[in-house]
Structure formats: structure tokens, C-alpha cells
């Protein structure tokens, strides 16, 4: 009988590979989002600031935000924001989609150009739309001018509603690709014997559409849309980039605060705390998605 | 007690070498020989520094560089960052305790970690008896009350001034910049009735907004806190500036509250302003954008309000070294060497006062007298005032400015249609969790 080495043997073991296989991906996820996250969440209740680890002081730092005005402002625009993005990215997205689904002439380059805006570096294209939204270069201002629509430049940042939805629609131009390209994906995934069964039934299009394919599509809705929520509600770079949380605070989100509560201002535990609020929200979203994978 | 002044000392000092040297006719070595700062064996430097917005400021700054490590052997590797990223940037280093030696940078920022810097005092106090001491606003920003020390090397502002179109003026009547805040308002509505509006920034304009709206609420006698810190700004004084600001908001192109800090500029080389609040650097760019139409661009001292004194708000730039630093001599001897003359005299002519510096001394460079859309610069920080103005510098008034508070109230008076006393209470209370806070 051959003797093989005991380390092969316990190699052998399901139990101990499996263990082994995972350690490189735990050692990752440990190190690159749990120890942030804790690290924020540890940061929360203490008095640190910049150079100073500071004491625990509890739930002190949450008091203070929660009674503070401007964070509430913060975390009210914070999920506006995120419901009308996503709201406006999952029509139009799935509207691009179903008309990129169709053949037609050049859909090919027309499928690759539609990534284009996710695919920029996000400090650019916030740079570009900041050209686009200026009160007085404004490119769109200036064609609708002379086209006559309008009589003087639009004010797209000068006031808090405006420079609101104008964020928002900056958001839903850079996120429409991830839903255009997942709708894509989930509309070429469906049979297309159903749609022949159906217009044998005698359904109409929009039948079909009300029947089969937003049923169908729904497991893809619910992890476009938790995933790209949790991008949105986290979103940083754009509205930093095009209005630093102005005019007068309107357009401060959960992150911009915490970066000038933290980083700016030297508050590091309020302004972890601030970042943290928001994780009850992406939770919830996470739990959707991981219910949606379990269930597809 | 005599006083000493930059000339006394280039006079004075051994064997007449500083003098020699500003003539260009001894070698710097032989001067820095002289300093008490002696570099460390094998240094070398790193400098984290604010972009230049002239093209010179770069230029010298980068070739007094060369001339320390040609005369010290210290090589200085300088990382140039937009203006509003060096603040993040120098939290980051301290917070991690690794990154550049020195930071060029802005403000109260010295005052947010000052634990984490070197004292200062010794080259403080040396530049200041060669050079003729120092503005006001060196000690508001650079010596922090809390540690008692300086923390920070104050190396001057990015001056403001008011700038406007010349024929503009003449055409609403004013063959000359008014000297008062009243004389201003009616060149602005002339100017505004001639279809030239004003232009002044509300939005989160680090520099622009914050430079307007701090000295129009100073000129009416507001402030923000008192000595003990206090909150101060719900007052009557800063209700008139509220007014004031108001009316000349009536005045401004539209949009002035999304704008950014080239907002300004670029609306005034477009001429679709007649008058805004920048640095030199806005005036100078005419120079060679459009040299037919720059003599027509000027420069005035910004107007005194109802105080009758200066109130001018400058962004402040100081150098720190971190502790963290292997080479602290090196640090302080470069920062020497760099305000120093004939280092320095040629910095600030070249790029044409960009920076007033806060060593006194320089005040009789003259670049200054040379052209008088300069002069204006040259007295930016003669009686200029600090962030959080009349209480005490430090953290407080450092988060307020990071913030927009005073900024942000001027917006609701002006753009959200708040009432005065509604708008003030909003910042009181911004106010009273910042400095409690802090």
C-alpha cells in the first residue's frame, strides 16, 4: 500500500480545499470592505479628528447629525435624488433598450456609442456638464435661444430647485447605459417563441409587452435598480464637481457632507457618521438584490 | 526701539552680503552661509503647493527652487495642486503621517492639525527682523492661540481687488472708482443700466464668494463671533450689509449663485460684466487675451463701508512642515531661501503682485508703483481682516469657511428671498454647532 503524504490527504478533504479555495477571496473582502466599513463605523463613535484618534463617545456623533439641519437637508435631497434618478434611468433605460433590440441599420455602433457616457471618467463628463449648465456659456442655453424657445440663458444652477433637477438629469445621462445594457441583456435572454404564441393568441404589442416581457424582466429590474441605487445614493463626484453642495446647501448629499464635515473641517467622527447613516438604506437595497439573485 | 526694515537689514547685515547678493554679484551659497538653518545630510524635499494662476508665479518659484538645490545640494520635488484640492490633500498627510514635507496652503488650514506641525517661531521671527515684520493677518492665520506657537510660515495673499472697465465707468458717470460703498452701489446700477451688470459670486466659490460677502459684511461693521467666541453675526450691523447686498445683487447678471471661482473671470474677459472682485490674475490675463481693449481694464481698492477702514478679505497662504518630516532644517532653510532676497523680490515682480507678501519689506518693490491697476494689491493686507473676524482664529472659523455660512446667508438674503432676520438666524445657528463642535 502506497503511504501518501498527510497534507495531500487532508487536501483531499472537501472540508479543508473548500476552506483553502475561499481564503484568498476572504482575506480580499475582509481587507478591502470590511475593514473600511468597520473602520467608519468604529470612527462614528469616537470624538476623532484629523491627527487626533480621539475617545468613544457613542452614539454622541449621530445625535449631533440627526439635530442638525443641514444634514437633514442632506439626507433628504440624498434619497429625492436617488428616486427620481432611478425612476427617470429605468424608463429611459428600458425604452433604449427595447429600441436598441431592434434591428435596424448600424444598431451595432449605436449599441457601443450608448456606453459612452458610462464609460467616461465621471470628473470629466461632471466637467463637460458643467460647461453645458453654465448661467452664461451654456451650449443648450444658446441653442434654444437660437432656436428661439427661450429668451434669456437658463439659470440651471443659480437656484436650489434647479440646480437640483439639473443634477438629477446629469445622473440619469451618465447611469442610462447600465440600465440600457442590462434591459438589453434581459430582452434578448426571452424566447421568442412566447411572442409568437402570443401573436398567434392574438395579443397586441404593448399586450405583449404587459404580459411577457416586464415579467420577465422583473428579476433584472430589481438588481439594476438596487445596485444603481446604491451608486446614486453614494454618488460623490458629480455633484462635488458641479456645484459643491450649493446654492446655499440645496444640493449637499449624505457624501459631500461628510467630505467637508471630515476632511475639510478635521471632524473625522462626524463626519464618518454621516457616511455611515445611509448604510440602513443600502442594506435594505442589498437585501433585494440578494433575494432577487436567490429567487432567479 | 529701532525698527528694523528689509533695507536696514540687506545694509547691516555681514559684510554687506545680503545686499551683494541682491545685486546678483555674490553667489547664493555665500549668503545662505549666513542663515541659521542648516540642512540635514542627504535631504530632500517634497513640496505640495496651490496651482499657479500666472504663469510666471511657476516659473520663478521654480527656478529659486533650482537655485537652493544648486546652492544647498537639498533637491525639492514640488507636486502642484488646484487650489481646493490642497486642502484635502494636506488633511490626508496628516492624518496618515506620511507625504510631502511642506504644504503651501490656505487659510486657517495649519489650525486644523496643529499638533502634527513643527513650530515655526525661529524662522518666523528671523524673516520678520530682515524684512520689516509682518501684516496682521500673518499672526491671524499662522500662530495658533490654542498651542501658543507659530505653526505655520506666512508667505502672503492672493490679494483682492475690485475690477471694472474703465470707459464703462466714465459712461455711468464715474471718471474715478468711488472710495465708498454708496459711490459703489450707483456705478453699479449705471453700469447696470448700460447693460454692463455686475458680477459677484454666491455660489460655493471658494475664493470669489467668500472674498465679497466677508468684506461687504465687514465694511458694515458685522461679524461673526466675538473675542470670547461668542456668535455675533445676528446683529443690526450685518442686517445693513444684508440690505446693502441686496441691493447690489439687484445690479448682478444672472446665475451668480452657481458660479464657480473662474466663474468671474471668465463673464469679465467675455465683457458681459462690468465689475467683479478677483485677484490681479484677471486683469493681467487681458494682457494678452485682448491687448488693444487692456488699457481699459483697471483696478480698484475696494471701497470702504460705513467702518471707514479696510475690510478687505484675502485668501491667506502659509507654508507648514510636518512633523513627520525627516528634514525640518532643510524645510525651514528652503522656505528662507524662497522669501528671502533676491528670491523673492523677483517672484512677486514677475508675476506682478499675484501675492502680496506678508513680510512688510516688500511693500517698496517697484512692481507696485509701477502701474497703478498694481498699487491696489500692493495694500491688500494693510488692515485686511481674517475668516471668523472679530473672535478667535482657529478651528471654528475654519469649519465655518469650509462650510460657506456667511456665504450661504448672503445667498438666502439675495437669491432665496429670506428675510434678513430669518437668513441670520439660519447662520447663527450653523455658527453655534460649529464652534461648539469645535
Known amino acids: 500500500m502506497i503511504r501518501r503524504p498527510a497534507l495531500a490527504a487532508r487536501l483531499d478533504s472537501p472540508r479543508v480545499l473548500g476552506y483553502l479555495l475561499i481564503v484568498p477571496a476572504a482575506i480580499i473582502l475582509l481587507g478591502l470592505l470590511a475593514y473600511p466599513l468597520l473602520l467608519g463605523i468604529w470612527l462614528s463613535l469616537t ?10 463617545i457613542g452614539l454622541q456623533n449621530y445625535a449631533t447629525i440627526f439635530a442638525d439641519p443641514i444634514f437633514r437637508g442632506a439626507a433628504w435631497y440624498s434619497v429625492f435624488y436617488t428616486i427620481c434618478a432611478e425612476a427617470g434611468k429605468l424608463v429611459l433605460g ?32 461632471a466637467l463637460a456638464w458643467l460647461w453645458l449648465l453654465d448661467p452664461q456659456f451654456s451650449a443648450i442655453s444658446w441653442l434654444l435661444l437660437r432656436l428661439h424657445l427661450i429668451h434669456s440663458n437658463i439659470d440651471f444652477l443659480g437656484h436650489p430647485w434647479s440646480a437640483r433637477m439639473s443634477l438629477i438629469v446629469v445622473n440619469i445621462w451618465r447611469g442610462l447605459p447600465y440600465f440600457a445594457i442590462g434591459y438589453l441583456a434581459g430582452l434578448q435572454s426571452i424566447p421568442k417563441d412566447l411572442y409568437e404564441a402570443a401573436a398567434i393568441d392574438g395579443a397586441d404589442g404593448w399586450q405583449a409587452f404587459r404580459r411577457i416581457t416586464w415579467p420577465l424582466l422583473m428579476p433584472i429590474t430589481t438588481i439594476l435598480v438596487a445596485f444603481s441605487s446604491i451608486f446614486t445614493l453614494t454618488d460623490f463626484q458629480l455633484i462635488w464637481t458641479i456645484t459643491h453642495g450649493g446654492p446655499t446647501d440645496a444640493t449637499q448629499v449624505f457624501t459631500t457632507l461628510a467630505y467637508q464635515r471630515a476632511i475639510s473641517g478635521g471632524q473625522l467622527g462626524e463626519g464618518a457618521a454621516i457616511a455611515v447613516s445611509p448604510i440602513v438604506i443600502m442594506i435594505v437595497l442589498a437585501f433585494f438584490v440578494v433575494r432577487s439573485v436567490r429567487e432567479k | 526701539m529701532r525698527h528694523i526694515d528689509r533695507r536696514d537689514f540687506l545694509v547691516s547685515s555681514a559684510a554687506g552680503i545680503g545686499a551683494a547678493a541682491l545685486a546678483g554679484s555674490v553667489p547664493v551659497t555665500a549668503f545662505a552661509a549666513e542663515s541659521p538653518f542648516k540642512p540635514e545630510k542627504g535631504a530632500s524635499l517634497q513640496l505640495l503647493r496651490w496651482t499657479a494662476f500666472v504663469k510666471s508665479d511657476a516659473t520663478i518659484w521654480d527656478e529659486n527652487t533650482k537655485k537652493f538645490t544648486d546652492a544647498t545640494g537639498v533637491p525639492v520635488t514640488i507636486q502642484n495642486l488646484t487650489w481646493n484640492d490642497v486642502t484635502p490633500k494636506a488633511a490626508l498627510a496628516a492624518q496618515v503621517g506620511s507625504g510631502p514635507d511642506i504644504v503651501m496652503g490656505w487659510n486657517d488650514d495649519p489650525f486644523v492639525y496643529p499638533d502634527k506641525l513643527i513650530e515655526m517661531t525661529d524662522l518666523v521671527e528671523y524673516m520678520g527682523k530682515a524684512h520689516g515684520g509682518y501684516y496682521d493677518n500673518a499672526r491671524s492665520y499662522c500662530y495658533d492661540q ?30 474715478e472708482f468711488p472710495k465708498d460703498l454708496d459711490g459703489m452701489l450707483k456705478l453699479a446700477r449705471g ?37 470670547d467666541n461668542s456668535i455675533a453675526i445676528n446683529s443690526g450691523e450685518t442686517s445693513n450689509a444684508l440690505d446693502y447686498a441686496r441691493q447690489l445683487y439687484e445690479t448682478m447678471i444672472d446665475g451668480v449663485a452657481g458660479w464657480d471661482d473662474s466663474s468671474n473671470n471668465k463673464a469679465f474677459a467675455a465683457g458681459l460684466i462690468g ?13 494678452t487675451a485682448d491687448p488693444a481693449l487692456f488699457p481699459d481694464f483697471a483696478n480698484a481698492t ?8 479696510h475690510t478687505i478679505s484675502n485668501n491667506f497662504t502659509s507654508a507648514y512642515v510636518f512633523k513627520y518630516s525627516k528634514y525640518p532644517n532643510a524645510a525651514k532653510e528652503y522656505l528662507r531661501f524662497m522669501l528671502d532676497s533676491p528670491q523673492a523680490d523677483r517672484w512677486v515682480t514677475e508675476m506682478l503682485g499675484y501675492v502680496t507678501p506678508a513680510l512688510r519689506g516688500y511693500s517698496d518693490l517697484p512692481i507696485w508703483t509701477s502701474n497703478p491697476n498694481i498699487t491696489p494689491y500692493r495694500d491688500a493686507l494693510a488692515g485686511a481682516k481674517y475668516d471668523g473676524f472679530n473672535g478667535k482664529p482657529g478651528k471654528a472659523a475654519a469649519q465655518a469657511l469650509d462650510e460657506f455660512v456667511l456665504v450661504d446667508m448672503f445667498a438666502d438674503v439675495c437669491v432665496n428671498k429670506l428675510a434678513n432676520k430669518d437668513a441670520m438666524r439660519k447662520a447663527e445657528a450653523k455658527l453655534t454647532a460649529i464652534y461648539k463642535r469645535a
Not at chain 1, 47 to 56: E, L, R
Not at chain 2, 199 to 221: C, E, M, P, Q
Not at chain 2, 275 to 287: L, P, Q, V
Open chain 2, 146 to 175: 490654542d498651542v501658543k506657537r507659530w505653526v505655520s510660515f506666512p508667505i502672503g495673499c492672493t490679494g483682492n481687488a475690485v475690477n471694472y472697465r474703465k470707459s464703462w465707468a466714465k459712461e455711468a458717470g464715474f471718471s
Open chain 2, 302 to 309: 475696494p471701497p470702504y463701508g460705513p467702518v471707514k477702514t
Open chain 2, 275 to 287: 465689475m467683479t472682485m478677483n485677484g490681479i490674475s484677471i486683469w493681467y490675463a487681458e494682457k
Open chain 1, 94 to 125: 428600458l425604452a433604449l433598450a427595447l429600441l436598441l433590440n431592434q434591428r435596424f441599420r448600424g444598431y451595432r455602433v449605436s449599441r457601443a456609442l450608448m456606453l459612452l457616457p458610462w464609460v467616461a471618467p465621471t470628473v470629466l463628463s
Open chain 2, 191 to 227: 453700469l447696470k443700466k448700460n447693460g454692463h451688470p455686475t458680477g459677484f459670486a454666491l455660489g460655493h466659490a471658494v475664493g470669489d464668494a467668500n472674498s465679497w460677502t466677508h468684506w461687504i459684511l465687514w465694511g458694515f461693521g458685522g461679524k461673526q463671533a466675538n473675542p
Open chain 1, 47 to 56: 470624538s476623532a479628528t484629523i491627527g487626533n484618534p480621539g475617545q468613544f
